[in-house]
């Protein structure tokens, strides 16, 4: 059973930044894509950006890009969410999720049903 812990959650200001991680215990990390998704209350769950194995091919929600960046470390099996210009509309839930039915995968998939393995989530709030 595939473990994924979230952290760095918390409220924040409208424009300003937080950092999420995720750290895993999915066997052959390094193998997988890998996504961040969020819910925020009342809405369903939808995509905010996707990772390939390697690091080299990225995808982003037509709402987040240009502000947020993911990214993984390989050797520490942890996957980052860097979010910068908080929007209130960005308050939600945010989970990491792996997709590890297509290892070595070039894209990584953008559909929630494609990751199979996800966290508890860590809740982000913008607000003033």
């Known amino acids: 059973q595939a473990h994924l812990v979230e952290s760095g959650g918390g409220l924040v200001q409208p424009g300003g930044s937080l950092r999420l991680s995720c750290v895993t215990s999915?066997?052959?990390?390094?193998?997988?894509?890998m996504g961040w998704l969020r819910q925020a209350p009342g809405k369903e769950r939808e995509f905010v950006a996707g990772l390939n194995w390697s690091g080299d091919n990225e995808y982003y929600a037509d709402s987040v890009k240009g502000r947020f960046t993911i990214s993984r470390d390989n050797a520490k099996n942890t996957l980052y969410l860097q979010m910068n210009s908080l929007k209130p509309e960005d308050t939600a839930l945010y989970y990491c999720?792996?997709?590890?039915?297509?290892?070595?995968?070039?894209?990584?998939?953008?559909?929630?049903?494609?990751?199979?393995?996800w966290g508890q989530g860590t809740q982000v709030t913008v607000s003033s």
């Open positions: 999915v066997r052959s990390f390094s193998a997988y894509s």
């Open positions: 999720a792996a997709h590890t039915s297509q290892p070595w995968g070039f894209n990584p998939p953008e559909r929630i049903d494609d990751y199979d393995y």
